[in-house]
């Protein structure tokens, strides 16, 4: 469980976070959606300890993060797994590389317990036919499933994902969603996914966080946000026509 | 002042490279493949450069030293001097920041913005450490290099001179043998471990510290090989004070 409580960040004279608290279960996919520039990212990149908050704080399991040693945080970091928008995926190893890249940094396993490891992750996310591949020779789709192998192969308790499904067609954007949510719930993760895909919001949105203007707008889950009548959050969500639709059809059939 | 910030946030990254090292096996693999990307892929380049260099030193010199009482065996101590003192250690560095650094600062500065240094740090890796030591340690094999320009540079030299019938092999071997003080070669490897040193700093700084894009990772490249090539320029004139002045 991640705890944050009330934190602020600004940068400059810009201030992008203004006192935001909330609680991220374990085992349950929790989005932040908001429009771009309501702070989404710098919030992100506060959870897995890139930025440091001016005030406030935030706990995993208990541990306040500014409260931590070096060595602490590091260990911490080692608990997390985080999936980037592009997926970050290094250019100059192959698709088994990237994967085991974090096996061989920290890790004293053998070879053959590392290359186990590997083979059952890249199993888990229906990937084990671009082993020898480099990234530029996949698919968007693969690259985010090997970001994803990557993300869960030290057993992370702390699951990050940065628009996990931008750039993705439609079902494959369903794909990762479903993968990321069978993941949390099979390995008992808390995850937080970072996105503006509504989609992704409808399917896995355990828990959802509304930012605007670095404020949390609304807080509530995707059964929540149809009844919803927080106009920021409306208009936002139901900003396309076709979630207007679903949205009405979903409120006359409540009725 | 953004000039002292960017000299302040240059000691900072220095300092952190060594700090946190990753475990030794990785870097050892890392350092032979920057050995092999930036001493061995940077071998051709040094060699052909030296050798045309030195031809067209000993053609000048020869065409230049024409009156008849100044003895032919100066050709070959000019040719040794220039090469020695200034050609291979600073206008080959000259050259290696443009080869060397650009690559540094490209391959570094695309690595941050497709976020592949955020993934890194997000693990708990020093970045830094991962990225610039083993750079560094590659680029310590750099007065090697510098020694080989010396060598193919004078024999570029010799067989100009000799082969263009301006002097004969014994009057350039006198040349350079004549008046040969040892200290001018440990100066002209101190300069080149310092330009080493600047080559593998500067453009992982530039690349480290990038913002942007693909377009900035290009503006990038060419900051970088501005920058290294001014302070190796300015090191230049501040060793050669403090060793030969």
Redesign the interface.
């Known amino acids: 469980m991640i705890e944050v409580n009330d934190i602020h960040k600004s940068f400059g004279d810009t201030q992008v976070l203004k006192g935001i608290s909330t609680t991220f279960k374990k085992g349950k996919t929790n989005l932040i959606i908001g429009q771009s520039g309501s702070g989404k990212t710098v919030f992100l990149k506060c959870l897995?300890g890139?930025f440091s908050p001016e005030q406030g704080s935030i706990s995993y399991d208990g541990r306040d993060y500014s409260n931590l040693s070096g060595d602490e945080?590091?260990?911490l970091?080692?608990e997390?797994g985080?999936v980037?928008?592009?997926s970050?995926?290094?250019?100059s190893m192959t698709v088994e590389g990237n994967v085991r890249?974090?096996l061989?940094?920290?890790t004293k396993k053998s070879k053959s317990e590392k290359q186990d490891r590997v083979d059952f992750v890249l199993k888990r996310v229906n990937l084990t036919e671009a082993y020898d591949r480099f990234p530029s020779e996949i698919s968007g789709g693969m690259q985010k499933r090997v970001a994803i192998a990557r993300a869960i192969v030290m057993n992370p308790k702390y699951l990050?994902c940065d628009e996990p499904n931008s750039g993705l067609d439609p079902k494959t954007a369903t794909l990762i969603d479903n993968l990321i949510q069978e993941i949390t719930e099979e390995y008992d993760i808390t995850t937080v996914i970072n996105t503006h895909d509504m989609n992704s919001v409808m399917e896995i949105g355990e828990k959802i966080i509304f930012l605007k203007d670095g404020i949390k707008e609304w807080e509530g889950t995707k059964h929540e946000i149809f009844k919803t009548d927080n106009e920021a959050v409306t208009s936002f969500v139901y900003s396309s026509e076709l979630f207007e639709k679903v949205r009405q059809m979903y409120v006359e059939e409540r009725n | 002042m953004s000039y002292l910030a960017s000299i302040g946030s240059y000691a900072i990254m220095v300092k952190e490279v060594f700090k946190k090292p990753v475990k030794w096996r990785i870097m050892k693999s890392l350092i032979l493949k920057e050995i092999d990307e930036l001493m061995f892929g940077s071998l051709g380049i040094i060699i052909f450069i030296s050798f045309f260099i030195g031809a067209v030193v000993t053609i000048q010199t020869a065409l230049n030293l024409t009156n008849p009482i100044i003895p032919k065996y100066l050709i070959g101590f000019t040719t040794r001097q220039s090469l020695i003192l200034e050609f291979s250690p600073t206008f080959v560095s000259i050259i290696m920041a443009g080869k060397v650094g650009s690559y540094i600062t490209s391959s570094i500065g695309t690595m941050r913005v497709t976020e592949q240094i955020d993934a890194l740090e997000v693990m708990g890796v020093n970045a830094l450490n991962y990225l610039v030591f083993p750079k560094i340690v590659a680029m310590l094999l750099y007065p090697f290099a510098i020694a080989i320009s010396m060598y193919v540079g004078i024999l570029g030299g010799w067989i100009a001179g000799v082969f263009g019938g301006f002097l004969t092999s014994a009057e350039f071997t006198e040349g350079l043998q004549i008046d040969f003080i040892p200290y001018q070669v440990f100066y002209a490897f101190v300069k080149t471990l310092v330009f080493a040193w600047v080559l593998a700093t500067v453009p992982s700084y530039h690349g480290f510290y990038m913002k942007g894009g693909a377009l900035e990772v290009g503006k990038a490249s060419t900051t970088a090989f501005v920058w290294t090539s001014v302070v190796i320029i300015i090191m230049n004139y501040i060793l050669t004070q403090l060793l030969l002045g």
């Not at chain 1, 970050?88 to 250019?91: I, K, R």
């Open positions: 897995l890139l945080r590091r260990d970091r080692q997390m985080m980037f928008q592009g970050a995926l290094f250019d890249f974090p061989d940094m920290f990050f």
